[in-house]
Structures are given as C-alpha cells and as structure tokens.
C-alpha cells in the first residue's frame, strides 16, 4: 500500500516540476510589473499546439524550437501593443485587458485547430521501473526540463548581472530604476524566460496526456495557486508552491473522486488566501 | 415573434445579471471574476427546490437569499485581499462551483443536467408560455433596476464609490469599508441568483456547461462595453451584446463553415475587451465625474 502512495508522491513531483515552470514565469512577471497576467495561460497552450503544427512539417525535435519562437514573439506582442499602453491607467484595466486577451487567444486556438482533443500521437511506451515505482519515458524529460529550466533560472539570479536587476526590481521597483537598471531590458528578459517556460512546459504536458484549448486555462489556475502559495513576486516560493500543488493534487486521487482533481488547487487558492494570503513558502525573503 | 420575446427575455436576464456585476466592479471597484457561480448558484437552488415540489416562486426566493448568504461567505475570506488576488479567489470560485456542479451527480445529475424545470405563476411551458415570460421578467428588470437606482444614489452607494476611489478615505470618513464590501457583494450575488432563477426556469433545462468561464468573459464584456460604474451601462451592453450574438444565427454561413462561428464570435468578444480598454476604458456610456457628495 504504501507502494502506491509513493508512486502518487512521484506522479506528483514530476507534475509538480511542471506546474513550478508556469508559476517561476508568471512570478517573474509580476515580480517585475506587478500585475498578473491572466492570458498567462495561452502561451502554455499556444506553445504545444505550435509544436503540433510545425511538426507536421519538420521532425518533432526540431518543430519545438520555432513553436518556442513564436510564443515568444506573442508574449512580446501582449507586452508592446497591450500591457505598455495601459501601465498607466488604473489596475483594472490592464486586469480586464489581459482577461480579454487570454479569450482572444484561447478561441483563436479553438479557430485553427477545433475544440477536439489531439496528440502528438507518440506511441505509449514501457514506463521504466525503478524501487516498484513506474515512470513513463516522458515524465522523466518532463522532471529533467524542468530542472534544467529552474537551474537556468537559478544560475541567473544567483550569477549574472541580468539576475541582480530581476531581484532589485522585484525588491521596489522605483529604486531599481533610479540606481540606473535599464528596466526595459529586464522586461523583455522576464517575458521572454516566462514565454519560453510556460511553452516548454505546455508541449511537456502535451506530449504526456493531449492538447485541447482549455489547457491553458487548467493550467494557469495551477499555476495561480503556486504563485499565491509562494508569495507573489517570489521565485523560490513558486517553485515549492508548483511542486506542492503537484503533489497535494496527485496524492488527492487517493481520497477525492478524480472530477475533483482540478479542485484541489483551486480550494487550495481559496484556502491560501484565507489563512496566509503572504504566503506559506515565503521563506526566503532575501532571495526573491 | 416567439422568438423575438426569447431573445428578449435573454437579454433582460443578461441586464440583472450584468448590472449585478455592475455594482461590485462598477461601484465598488472588486474585480470579481467569479460571478458566474451565483448566477449557477440561483439557477441550481431554484430549479431543484421546484423540482423537489415547491412552488417555483417560493423557490426563487429561497434561492436568493441562498445567492446573497453564498456571495457574503465568499467575500469574507476573500476581501482580506485586495485587487488582482480578490479576482484570482473569485475565478477559482467559479470554477469550484462548476466542478461541483459537474461532480455531485447525486444532487446536481452532473453532466445530464436537470431538465422539466417548472415556470413560476401557472406560466405554460414551451413556447405558448414565452410572451407572458417576458412581462414577467420585464418586472423583475424594471423593479431591479429601480432598487439599484435606489440603492447606488442612496449614502450606501456613495459610499461605494469612494472606497473605490480610495479606501484610506473612506476609513477617514468614518465609514466600515469590509462591512461596506461585503454588503455589495452580497447585494451583487442575490441579484445574480436572480437572474440564474429567471434563467432556470425560463430555459427549463439547465447543466454545468451553462456556467462556464464563457458566461464570466459575457457577463464582464456587457458591462465593460456598456460603461462600468452607471446605472444604464450594463444595460446598454446587455442588449448590445446578447443581440449581437442571435444576429450572428441569421448571416448567411454555409453549414461545413458552421464550427468557426463560435471561436470567430469568443475572438471578437476578447479584442473588443483589449480594445475597449486600450481605446475606451469607461465604455459606451461614461461615469460622470463631477458628482457632489
């Protein structure tokens, strides 16, 4: 028995890993402009059924690369045409446009590519077996992607100078930019790293279960509940806030009926901001 | 004809349901982006009470109150939060209702739905019973709208409009700005209960997918477009934009082109959103600024 708690528990920390990719690229962004981005979501989405299409062209190891690309060039797009323009006005603006920009993008998806479920049609393979517990081929890239991506991040808040102006601009904002840090730079750094996140990790969850219009969506509440978990603006704290939604919603499989699996993290936003709105994993203050 | 007092009646239902979400966005400054659960909330209350053999106005009313007692319990936690995070508590509330709703077959029949949903006073089923709907819910509109006339002129409503101006404000003044909030959204959730009940019982048949994230994008365009923060915006946009959307049955598209209707028509309404916001913010009808408090 406790055989199968330990498999959710590893189900959950690969999928964990994942949901951490799209909270540390959501938090990056609020971290710098301190809003959050509901259309967030669509380029998760966008970035797999991009992989889909360029891979009827080209070898599917190849077709992720543009598929990045192009959910790059969007998240620069929402950033120049629609959230600049509104940096000024009121909060709800910026807040409705992104809502409005999320549906945008969600049912231009469901235009080009139908309501209908698709896959990369990757054959099912053997999972692997390791101590009795079964990993699939796929969630080990998933696990590993994920650890490359957030040691990338690491590596740049701990080493470069790129790094040192994210975490001064998430610390205030105003004294970032009177010190002299080229704050657009930093920006289009953070939307280009929660771009190439959010479509890594899409494609990821795509070639492990399928794609349909509404992932981005799913997802991106996952993500919220990371995010809130961690602290908003808080990278760390997103990343065990990713790893625990995960697990909290694997290990859920064994208590609640599987409908309420995508309930789990939604309570768990409620439950959040009921009890700690701060935060739980807001332990590493300094390290932003 | 029937169908003429259908799209009506839709459109009314959309006007209590938007001018509901009027009072906490427009007045009250909450972004509430899960409001579509108390319209789910007043639809299912109401639909099953009558089914369960209560009379369908007694059902309404109960279903009210079950609205505005679930849009206090919600707002109490969740305005411990301020601006974006109140919307993410709110969106992941609406979808926990619509899950619900999907889950619980034994209450709710999940994805079956509840069909044969009684009309209130004697009113037939089916289409006979259409026009006399529509007076119906022409009441209802016109009493609504004349409560939140009411209520939004009255000191209460003022007040309101300060705390979303600024709440340190509002403090100074003296006024309990959560006992303030809380009240709007109360007030918010039984309007839309409201408007979920006339939905129920006028469609006779309802399921999850009537509630969905859809509905929430719908219900903010109406009153978005219309102007947030008035009394005739959402009411404007209601109409606009459930008008629109009948109108779009009657162009001439061939069948096989069928299914691009529906992702074209989401398209719209999101860039509709950007733009108004980039180009429009305070919509059709302004708020006008110059009020003396």
Known sequence: ?288 | MDYFYHILVIALIYVIFASSLNLELGYAGLYNFGHVAFFAIGAYTSALLSLAGFSPAASMAIALLCSAASGALLAMPALRLSGDYFGIATLAFGELARLFALNERWLTKGPMGLPGIPRPLGIEAGISGIPVYFIFTVTITVAVLLILRKTTMSPFGRALKVVREDEFVARAFGKNVFSLKVRAVAMGSLFAGLAGALYAHFVTYISPYDFSLNETILVLLCVVLGGKGTLSGPVLGAFVIIFFQELLRFLPIPTDWGRFVSPIQGMIYGAVLVILMLKRPEGIIPEHRTLQC
């Open chain 1, 1 to 288: 028995m406790s055989g199968y708690y330990l498999q959710l528990m590893t189900n959950g920390i690969i999928a964990g890993a994942v949901y951490a990719l799209f909270a540390v690229g959501l938090t990056l962004v609020y971290g710098v402009f301190r809003f959050i981005n509901f259309a967030h979501g669509e380029l998760i989405a966008w970035g797999a059924y991009l992989t889909l299409a360029f891979s009827a062209l080209i070898p599917f190891g190849a077709a992720i690369f543009p598929a990045v690309a192009v959910t790059v060039l969007i998240a620069l797009a929402q950033e120049r045409y629609v959230y600049a323009p509104l940096r000024k006005k009121a909060g709800i603006t910026l807040l409705i446009a992104s809502i409005g920009l999320s549906y945008f993008l969600r049912n231009g998806l469901r235009l080009l590519w139908g309501s209908d479920l698709k896959s990369f049609g990757f054959e099912a393979a053997r999972g692997l077996v390791f101590f009795g517990i079964t990993v699939s081929r796929t969630q080990i890239a998933m696990f590993l992607a994920a650890l490359i991506f957030l040691g990338f991040v690491w590596g740049l808040h701990k080493f470069t100078m790129l790094g040192k102006g994210l975490r001064a601009a998430a610390d205030s904002l105003e004294l970032a930019e009177i010190v002299g840090i080229d704050m657009k730079k930093i920006g289009r750094a953070v939307w280009i790293i929660s771009a190439v996140f959010a479509a890594s990790g899409g494609i990821l969850i795509a070639i492990d279960t399928n794609l349909e219009p509404m992932m981005g969506i799913a997802n991106l509440l996952k993500a919220f509940a990371a995010v809130l978990l961690g602290g908003a603006g808080n990278v760390w704290g997103a990343l065990l806030g990713g790893l625990f939604i995960g697990i909290a919603e694997n290990l859920g499989v064994a208590f609640f009926s599987p409908g309420y699996k995508d309930a789990i993290s939604f309570a768990l936003i409620i439950a959040i901001l009921l009890f700690k709105p701060t935060g739980i994993f807001a332990i590493m203050k300094g390290m932003r």
